[in-house]
């Protein structure tokens, strides 16, 4: 029997269109998934390239983020006149987020708490 547990001693690394590829998904993903998406990402991809590390730390940073924004905006009066917003606001700062790491931007959403370092 052949020694061969080096493959679990350290993370392999990824190809940079892989990193990529990875990192627009984790976005992406985010859409219809929420955080749970970009978490499953960051569980599997995160250490794997500083690139998808970035990413999908961000993309789980942004969900967390804005679960917290709807539970804040729907438990106060003034917050409910303005929930309809956040959805519509997420949507287009995934897609934003997605054409960035297609392009190979370390991209950083706004107004975001970054809860995972």
Known sequence: MSENNDVYAKPMSMSPDNERTVAILSHVVGIPFEFFGPLVAYLIFNGKGPFVSHHVKES?????????????????????????????????????????????VFYKYPLTFRFIK
């Open 60 to 104: 789980l940073n942004f969900g967390i983020t804005m679960f917290l924004w709807c539970i804040i905006l729907a438990v106060s009066i003034i917050g409910l006149l303005f929930i309809w917003a956040v959805p519509i606001f997420y949507v287009i700062l995934r897609i934003v987020a997605a054409v960035q790491a297609s392009q190979g």
